[in-house]
Nanobody, 117 residues
Framework: QVQLVESGGGLVQTGGSLRLSCAAS????????MAWYRQAPGNERELVAT???????THADSVKGRFAISEDNAKRMLYLQMNNLKAEDTAVYYC???????????WGQGTQVTVSS
């Protein structure tokens, strides 16, 4: 099992920055990818950014140039640096780890990000 705990959310004004963290514990092996998702009220959960075990990253078009995903400490910490925040970034943000074998996915409990204008 892998346990994930997000932190770093909060209330910030438009144009501000936040850094989300996801602390992983447990049996962290065969992790092939890590990701951040978000879900706004009334919306489906959407993918924000991914990072592979090799360090390759992808970011959703809506956050490119503003957000950056990174990891540290042998995948025990996952980060999402969010700059130039907009009202539409308001959501609960979740981290997700995907294991290749045995295949499984793990989610954190989420952290609220609220951007006020």
């Amino acid at each position: 099992q892998v346990q994930l705990v997000e932190s770093g959310g909060g209330l910030v004004q438009t144009g501000g920055s936040l850094r989300l963290s996801c602390a992983a514990s447990g049996r962290i092996f065969n992790i092939i990818s890590m990701a951040w998702y978000r879900q706004a009220p009334g919306n489906e959960r959407e993918l924000v950014a991914t990072i592979s075990s090799g360090g390759s990253t992808t970011h959703a078009d809506s956050v490119k140039g503003r957000f950056a995903i990174s990891e540290d400490n042998a995948k025990r910490m996952l980060y999402l640096q969010m700059n130039n925040l907009k009202a539409e970034d308001t959501a609960v943000y979740y981290c997700k780890y995907t294991r290749s074998y045995p295949p499984n996915s793990y989610w954190g409990q989420g952290t609220q990000v609220t951007v006020s204008s």
